[in-house]
């Protein structure tokens, strides 16, 4: 006969944190439906152990989802990113990590909306992760604000829309932006939609002066002929992407 492996005696803050680590995955398969006898079963221990801990499932399941959406880790790994990387590498790992964090807790979304719908401080939980993870983002982008048309905060904000995007499929409306990778959702963000040419030499690689693209780092100092009328040659709407060369090669 099978016995619930028991797992030893612990102080009640390392039950209370093993009863957490436990609930969380059964968050994510289960969403709210889970019951606290999967959830003893997860942490191997007796039923009526959770309610030594916790006064209720409902305060069980809110600890749980304000440890998986805790910033933390996030802010950890996108802190050390090495601000030597060019700014696109940079930009390409910060996305795998917060994308990968994202998809993780995808399920979670669903799960506080009605137990948690009057909780101010859970909401102000979520809202504060965000703005956190934000800061950390910009800080990523920081050494390359020069090269940006919007702030970092700015560029920060809309990065984490795209890689929302990427993982929410409702925010698309029918469109399904789930096959894009990091790399795609990096460039979408500097580049825009205009394909570029894989041919263009790259001067991270093969040491030609960095020209700024026009596109992506500021406006040029030459209006286009598009807009004017003054050179005879199309503009790249016309006839193609620039010919100025990205300084930065994709991830």
């Known amino acids: 006969m099978n016995r619930r492996r028991r797992v030893p005696a612990m102080a009640p ?52 989802l304000m440890s998986a959406f ?4 996030a802010l950890d790994a996108l802190a050390a990113i090495p601000a030597s990387a060019g700014l696109r590498a940079r930009l390409c790992e910060a996305v795998t990590i917060l994308r ?13 909306k009605e137990p948690m ?16 993870i934000q800061v950390a983002l910009a800080e990523v982008m920081g050494p390359d604000r020069d090269r940006l048309r919007r702030s970092p905060d700015d560029a920060a904000q809309l990065l984490l829309m795209l890689i929302a995007v ?19 959702i990096v460039s979408v963000l500097l580049d ?6 894989s041919s263009l030499p790259d001067p991270e690689v093969v040491g030609s002066s960095p020209v700024p693209d026009s596109e992506v780092v500021g406006a040029s100092p030459v209006s286009g002929p598009e807009v004017v009328g003054a050179s005879p040659v199309p503009g790249p709407e016309l006839v193609g992407p620039s010919p100025i060369p990205d300084p930065e090669s994709p991830c």
């Open 192 to 197: 825009g939609l205009l394909v570029r040419p």
């Open 70 to 73: 805790d910033p933390r880790h």
């Open 100 to 112: 990968t964090r994202m998809s993780a807790n995808a399920n979670l979304l669903s799960v506080p």
């Open 117 to 132: 719908a009057d909780d101010a401080e859970f909401r102000e939980h979520m809202l504060d992760s965000r703005r956190r």
């Open 13 to 64: 803050e390392d039950r209370r944190a093993a009863l957490i680590a436990a609930t969380i995955p059964l968050l994510r398969e289960y969403g709210a439906a889970v019951s606290t006898r999967q959830i003893a079963e997860a942490a191997g221990v007796a039923e009526g152990t959770i309610f030594g801990v916790f006064p209720d499932k409902a305060s069980l399941v809110r600890a749980a």
């Open 166 to 184: 990427s993982v929410h499929r409702g925010f698309g409306a029918g469109a399904d932006f789930a096959d894009m990778e990091d790399e795609e």
